[in-house]
């Protein structure tokens, strides 16, 4: 269990830095549009910083297979949200962004949540799936891509409206996150197919399902999508929304599909569904808009 923390403490440091890194790059490209994937990849492909900050991603994506092996989903999503603590500590020291009293006290509230989350977890009490029917991984992701593509060309087209109040990016958040989530799936669906040390076996295991199918799609589709969205919206904000709802996303439906089966002591079982409908809570309450900017004096 405990090398599994590790994995998940190493994947949050380098999601942070990926992060501010990818974020600190894009200040400095061209306006991107989703509209025009082809063109999102190819100027991205231009920036060396930015390129710095996608392998330090794909090195949180590599520890968190290894997480998803020692670890319980509902308790490797409240450490992967703890991470959340050392991205804005970044956002504010090298971006110079500034949250409002509101945004703390909604982000305080999610930590909250879901350190009640892992609270509710025990070694030896909760079991790791080791695999999950696929037809119920697509009857759970499908509706969940078709729902983030769908709020965020809808956040789009309004942002474009010149009339509206600037959105904050609670909604490009929202619906990366939902893209996330089935990646996060189709990441642990990954790692328990990956159990021999034939590599023949291994391969014809994990390509005769859905997941490296649905990791493709979500790593085109979320590459395209969050780094619009990252450019267009602070970090300190639509990261930690597109984080909490990829986190409550997999520790609710993926416990179910991979049969990770809930706490049978009352306790326990109480603070898992009161940190996840405290997150959800605060998630909905959170400000959709930034407030105008202040007039320049006369």
Not at 279 to 293: E, G, N
Request: proline share 6%; net charge positive.
């Amino acid at each position: 269990m405990w090398w599994g923390v590790g994995a998940a403490l190493v994947a949050n440091l380098l999601y942070s830095v990926g992060f501010v890194v990818e974020k600190r790059a894009l200040g400095k490209l061209p306006a991107l549009s989703a509209g025009q994937p082809l063109r999102v990849i190819l100027v991205l492909l231009t920036s060396p910083l930015w390129i710095v900050g996608a392998l330090a991603l794909a090195a949180g994506f590599a520890a968190q297979l290894v997480v998803y092996r020692a670890l319980p989903i509902a308790a490797a999503q409240g450490i992967f949200v703890s991470g959340l603590v050392l991205l804005l500590l970044l956002s504010s020291a090298v971006l110079g962004e500034e949250s409002t009293g509101r945004e703390r006290y909604a982000l305080g509230g999610v930590l909250v949540a879901l350190l009640m989350v892992v609270a509710s977890v025990r070694e030896g009490e909760d079991t790791v799936g080791s695999g999950a029917p696929w037809m119920l991984v697509l009857l759970v992701c499908v509706p969940a891509l078709a729902a983030g593509v769908w709020l965020y060309v809808r956040v789009e087209s309004r942002a474009h409206n010149r009339h509206r109040v600037p959105t904050s990016g609670i909604g490009y958040g929202v619906a990366v996150g939902l893209l996330y989530g089935v990646s996060s799936l189709a990441v642990k669906g990954t790692s328990s197919r990956l159990t021999t040390t034939d590599l023949g076996e291994a391969a014809r295991s994990l390509f005769g399902s859905p997941y490296p199918y649905l990791l493709l799609f979500t790593a085109v589709a979320g590459l395209v999508m969050s780094q619009t969205a990252l450019q267009r919206c602070r970090a300190s904000l639509i990261v930690p929304v597109c984080t909490t709802v990829t986190c409550l996303f997999t520790a609710v439906l993926g416990t179910l599909a991979f049969g990770e089966s809930l706490p049978d002591d009352p306790l326990l079982l109480a603070l898992r569904v009161a940190g996840t409908l405290l997150a959800l809570t605060v998630l909905l309450a959170m400000p959709r808009h930034d407030p105008p900017p202040a007039a320049a004096p006369s």
